[in-house]
């Protein structure tokens, strides 16, 4: 029985010197001290002993197994340090190399144009106002002067979700919202923020969704002047003080009456008939504005008679495009960061 434990222990350290990985060596403790082991065996065998032989049996066999289990033990440690050395090795950082710059994340340059035109505005006393985005048809329309027959009423123009609830055309509701939730005629100053729908392509020029910025002045004496000297104040903050404005008659349901503003090309100023910002003409359409309508100021409970008001609407990716030579809508969508890194 001594020799036999003998040579299981001899056995059991020369494979556990010969092991190089751990779950090597986890197979060499099944094997020696598992259920089914030789040790395991040599226990059971100990039932046919003398009950003068079991004492020392039984120690040369707890003695061999507390043998292999701390060579087992210190094989693991040595193997566990090594494969740490290893690790930090194969890991290893040369802190000499250059550092990798990190990019900070910052605004998008619709934002940014947006951020500059809140600044004009704020700069003269304009405050600004915010509404939904879901909004009912009355607010929309009938609030603008536009009946539910009115041609631009086509319901191909907008996103309805009922026949009541439409997303948003235009950020002129919250000036109907702002006159109505007002009283005694009070004077108001403000600018409309915010994205609106349309149903319409997307291409180089067009979206179904973009970003609209529209003011709404009234007060006692308001005159078209009044319109023209704060368009005309705006271009040369957001263009340059040598930019140019010019008004064309047109038409809006809401304003009587209406006028379309043209800036003067910031990029040839009229100069080469090849250009291909203003193709010539010298002039770029930024924004459609007007005289409030007396009739919508009749039904947001202004009194007409007593005062009167100028309006206007502009799209803030047409004033980024200018503003920064950027020739297709889709890149302020598509968020390439080869594009956006620019800003």
């Not at 607010?139 to 603008?144: R, Y």
């Not at 319901?155 to 919250?174: A, K």
């Amino acid at each position: 029985m001594e020799n036999k434990v003998k040579e299981l222990c001899d056995a059991a350290s020369s494979a556990i010197n010969a092991v190089a990985d751990l779950k090597a060596l986890d197979d060499i403790r099944v094997k020696f001290l598992g259920k089914k082991s030789e040790i395991t065996t040599l226990v059971k065998v100990m039932n046919e002993l003398s009950a003068e032989e079991k004492p020392r049996v039984g120690k040369i066999i707890n003695d061999a197994r507390n043998q292999i289990k701390n060579l087992i033990d210190e094989k693991k440690a040595a193997l566990k340090a090594q494969e740490l050395q290893n690790k930090l090795a194969s890991e290893k950082i040369d802190v000499t190399l250059s550092g990798r710059k990190i990019y900070r994340g910052h605004l998008h340059p619709l934002t940014l144009t947006l951020n500059r035109v809140k600044e004009i505005f704020i700069s003269m006393g304009y405050s600004v106002e915010e509404g939904p985005e879901v909004e009912t048809d009355y607010f929309n329309f009938e609030a603008l002067t536009l009946p539910k027959d009115h041609p631009a009423r086509d319901m191909q123009d907008s996103f309805y979700i009922t026949e009541e609830i439409l997303l948003r055309t235009q950020t002129s509701p919250v000036q109907a919202r702002t006159m109505q939730k007002n009283s005694n005629n009070a004077p108001i100053r403000m600018i409309a923020p915010g994205r609106v729908y349309r149903r319409d392509d997307y291409d180089a020029s067009h979206s179904p969704m973009f970003t609209q910025v529209e003011g709404l002045v009234v007060d006692e004496g308001i005159t078209f002047a009044d319109l023209k000297g704060t368009l005309d104040f705006f271009c040369k903050k957001i263009f340059g003080e040598t930019a140019q404005i010019r008004l064309r008659p047109s038409f809006f349901p809401f304003t009587e009456p209406s006028t379309e503003v043209d800036v003067s090309c910031m990029m040839c100023h009229g100069s080469d008939e090849h250009c291909k910002v203003c193709h010539g003409s010298g002039w770029l359409e930024i924004l459609g504005a007007g005289m409030v309508h007396p009739d919508v100021l009749s039904m947001s409970g202004y009194a007409p008679s007593k005062v009167s008001g100028f309006a206007f609407g502009m799209g803030i990716e047409r004033i980024a495009m200018l503003t920064y030579g950027i020739d297709d809508l889709r890149y302020f969508f598509e968020n390439d960061t080869r594009f956006l890194h620019q800003f």
